[in-house]
């Protein structure tokens, strides 16, 4: 009995207050905490479709003036990649490590300036398996770095006198999505102690170009809200990108040994990355652990140099778009 008089003291307050009991309900509400893990199920086969898409700009004399001669020295192309994937969850421990089969069902590369076959394509048809802990975290990548390896011999041309010559390839950008699934949830410091809304934390992220190299992007994700969905509980998780201060030595490197680059970014050099900027959102769902989709888009501005001694410094502008959405039965 006191309990209930407790209970209908503090709604009467606030209906005084101009706070009925519908928004009691949602400011206790924003106190919870939401609890974001994986939820493996053996035997049961997710489906993403992955997309990866840059529009690139190279500026050969960002210091000309004139518009129409910048213009006319201005260098436009797009190249993307989709990927359909499935991950079946083959030994399930929900308190240790889960072992899963990726099965990267398609890959098919589009170029504005090339028809030729590209390397990442050679990932069609093939599997790896990981080992995965109930956070996303991925404890394992033996296999998948192998297969990337693999892949990244397939990206050079045969050997002739000059040496090993290897073409533009989106290589990388399997790795941007491969490599760092459920990053927003598995780099959570503390998951088990929950995570409230506007609560935020970092990580980082890789940064795929159409040149070589090793790239990070400082990301700061921040849970927004939790939405109601037929589907459940939607975790709405935002990401603001900024370069990176150094990368992981852990990340995987599809190349080894020495080689040049073949078409204008072999033929560029010193590429000094100027700034990274951008953001993100996903949707997690928090009732059945998984992703349902993540949109990330962002801005990388590099400045480059010409050999030969000739004078200029091209600057390389690059819009990239990385997209998964989980594909029904």
Excluded at 217 to 246: M, N, P, W
Excluded at 301 to 319: A, D, K, T
Aim: with cysteine; charged share 25%.
């Amino acid at each position: 009995m006191i309990k209930k008089l407790i209970i209908l003291t503090i709604l009467s307050f606030s209906i005084l207050a101009g706070c009925g009991p519908k928004n009691l309900l949602e400011e206790l509400s924003g106190k919870e905490k939401a609890f974001l893990t994986i939820d493996f199920h053996e035997g049961q086969t997710l489906r993403y479709r992955f997309t990866s898409r840059r529009d690139i700009t190279i500026d050969w004399d960002p210091e000309q003036q004139n518009a129409e001669r910048r213009n006319a020295t201005t260098n436009k192309s797009s190249e993307s990649v989709e990927m359909v994937v499935a991950y079946t969850p083959i030994e399930v421990d929900p308190y240790g490590l889960t072992t899963i089969k990726a099965n990267y069902e398609s890959v098919i590369v589009k170029r504005s300036d090339s028809s030729q076959k590209d390397a990442v394509e050679y990932f069609s048809g093939k599997t790896a398996v990981f080992t995965a802990g109930p956070t996303g975290k991925i404890e394992d990548y033996s296999q998948l770095d192998s297969l990337i390896k693999e892949i990244g011999e397939k990206a050079f041309l045969p050997e002739i006198d000059r040496g090993r010559i290897k073409q533009q390839d989106m290589i990388c950008d399997f790795v941007a999505t491969q490599w760092f699934l459920w990053d927003s949830v598995s780099s959570i410091e503390k998951a088990s102690e929950g995570l409230r809304i506007g609560q935020s934390w970092t990580s980082k992220l890789s940064v795929p170009t159409p040149m070589v190299s090793r790239q990070a992007r400082q990301v700061t994700y921040k849970l927004e809200e939790i939405r109601q969905s037929e589907k459940g509980r939607l975790a709405v998780i935002s990401g603001s990108y900024d370069k990176a201060d150094s990368v992981p030595r852990s990340w995987p490197v599809p190349y080894f040994g020495r080689f040049q680059m073949s078409g204008r970014f072999g033929f560029l050099s010193n590429y000094k990355f100027l700034d990274i900027n951008g953001s993100g959102e996903e949707l997690f769902n928090i009732d059945m652990g998984r992703t349902e989709e993540y949109k990330q888009q962002y801005e990388v501005i590099i400045q480059s140099s010409i050999p030969l001694g000739i004078r200029g410094n091209p600057v390389i502008n690059i819009e990239q778009t990385l997209t998964m959405k989980i594909l029904e039965d």
